[in-house]
Nanobody
């Protein structure tokens, strides 16, 4: 049975940094396109960053230059390094994996149609 497990997150003051991690049991993340999404209270889930099987990265406009997505295929871990955090970044963060690219034509794929999800981890940024 496949399990996608997240770690990291927590509470940080504005301007601080956090790193999220995501790994999978029973699934090699190198065989999937993977991404981070987030969902703030009362808002829809939005794409944050994605890294393809070939290592190509794409970022949401609000995090460009501050967040970095990476993966360690040998360790089967996906990371999201978040720097210069703003209160607007407060949300539940989810990692996702799919056989298809997570973005196409400049748009994020429908989150409801993705293959695998982590359990979510809360990030809170205070002002």
């Amino acid at each position: 049975q496949v399990q996608v497990v997240q770690s990291g997150g927590g509470f940080v003051q504005a301007g601080g940094s956090l790193r999220l991690s995501c790994t999978a049991v029973g699934l090699r993340l190198a065989t999937r396109h993977v991404a981070w999404f987030r969902q703030a209270p009362g808002k829809e889930r939005e794409g944050v960053a994605t890294i393809g099987r070939d290592g190509t990265t794409t970022y949401g406009d609000s995090v460009k230059g501050r967040f970095t997505v990476s993966k360690d295929n040998a360790e089967n871990i996906l990371y999201l390094q978040m720097n210069s955090l703003k209160p607007a970044a407060t949300a539940m963060y989810y990692c996702a994996a799919d056989r298809r690219q997570l973005t196409y034509g400049g748009r994020w794929r429908d989150p409801n149609a993705l293959e695998r999800w982590g359990q979510g981890t809360l990030v809170t940024v205070s002002s």
